[in-house]
């Protein structure tokens, strides 16, 4: 590859994207898993509690943890 080749520079450049965006990946994977068993003990907790309170605490963090869900499947898609 030449240095002052165009292609080279566009593959030189994504390779640099790509690397970069290697830490964000595997972060979003990382934390995936525990996002996962939260909201999965929100829907246990939801289905075994009865009192409105807890209910609607509980309710808040689902929420909270499906928005940070979304946005980590947005960031590792691009």
């Not at 292609?7 to 996962?36: F, K, Q, W, Y």
């Not at 009192?51 to 605490?57: C, I, N």
């Amino acid at each position: 590859m030449h240095p002052s080749d165009p292609h080279a520079e566009n593959m030189l450049r994504e390779d640099r994207s790509e690397s970069a965006s290697d830490p964000v990946r595997r972060l979003c994977h990382e934390i995936s898993g525990p996002l996962t068993s939260i909201l999965v003990q929100c829907d246990l907790l939801l289905q075994e509690s009865s009192l409105g309170d807890a209910r609607e605490r509980i309710a808040a963090i689902r929420e909270e943890a499906l928005r940070v869900s979304r946005s980590i499947r947005a960031a590792s898609r691009g």
